[in-house]
Antibody, heavy 114, light 109 residues
Framework: EVQLLDSGGGLVQPGGFLRLSCVVSGINFTTYAMSWVRQAPGKGLKWVAA????????YYADPVKGRFTVSRDNSKNTLYLQLNGLRAEDTAMYYC???????WGQGTQVTVSS | SYELTQPPSMSVSPGQTARITCSGDALPKQYGYWYQQKPGQAPVLVIYKDSERPSGIPERFSGSSSGTTVTLTINGVQAEDEAAYYCQSTDNSGTYNVVFGGGTKLTVL
């Protein structure tokens, strides 16, 4: 069974930081490009970032460029998203998924508020 | 920035056919993907590469593409199909830029 377990969300003040994690099991993690997708409360899905299977290539949506960093540790089957300089508009449920979209985590909530 | 346009809502009666459209200038060259999302749950892929159906997705779900529009068709809609549906694709910029449509809330009357 394929499982993606997101974690690391929480309540943080504006300007703060968080690191999200996604532990993957049931697939050959190294062969999958991975993505992060977020969803603000009551809103639609927004792509955030992606990373190649070997971790050498990363891509970002314009609203998070320069603030968020996607990375992976293939020895631990784990995907990360470092969130820096957080803003109120970053408040959302964050999902990890493989780039093909057929496997998703359950999401981890990030709330940015003073 | 690149956009995919979907109708915000749609209503159908059980047993009828629902057709949800998604329009974008890059769709003639880029594949369309469709996700179903029920409240409080993660999205589920129901169609990939315009018309392919993942294993485990009922046959009543199908996809098609024509010009700048991709369409998700649900034949014989059931009450359990009530959900938000999102299309997804990429633009023609040459960089990897994933875009989702705004979503269509399907109500089964």
């Amino acid at each position: 069974e394929v499982q993606l377990l997101d974690s690391g969300g929480g309540l943080v003040q504006p300007g703060g930081f968080l690191r999200l994690s996604c532990v993957v099991s049931g697939i050959n993690f190294t062969t999958y490009a991975m993505s992060w997708v977020r969803q603000a409360p009551g809103k639609g899905l927004k792509w955030v970032a992606a990373i190649s299977g070997d971790g050498d290539t990363t891509y970002y949506a314009d609203p998070v460029k320069g603030r968020f960093t996607v990375s992976r540790d293939n020895s631990k089957n784990t995907l990360y998203l470092q969130l820096n300089g957080l803003r109120a508009e970053d408040t959302a449920m964050y999902y990890c998924a493989n780039a093909q979209g057929n496997y998703w985590g359950q999401g981890t909530q990030v709330t940015v508020s003073s | 920035s690149y956009e995919l346009t979907q109708p915000p809502s749609m209503s159908v009666s059980p047993g009828q056919t629902a057709r949800i459209t998604c329009s974008g200038d890059a769709l003639p060259k880029q594949y369309g993907y469709w996700y179903q999302q029920k409240p409080g749950q993660a999205p589920v892929l129901v169609i990939y590469k315009d018309s392919e159906r993942p294993s485990g997705i009922p046959e009543r779900f199908s996809g098609s593409s024509s010009g700048t529009t991709v369409t998700l068709t649900i034949n014989g809609v059931q009450a359990e199909d009530e959900a938000a549906y999102y299309c997804q694709s990429t633009d023609n910029s040459g960089t990897y830029n994933v875009v989702f449509g705004g979503g269509t809330k399907l109500t089964v009357l």
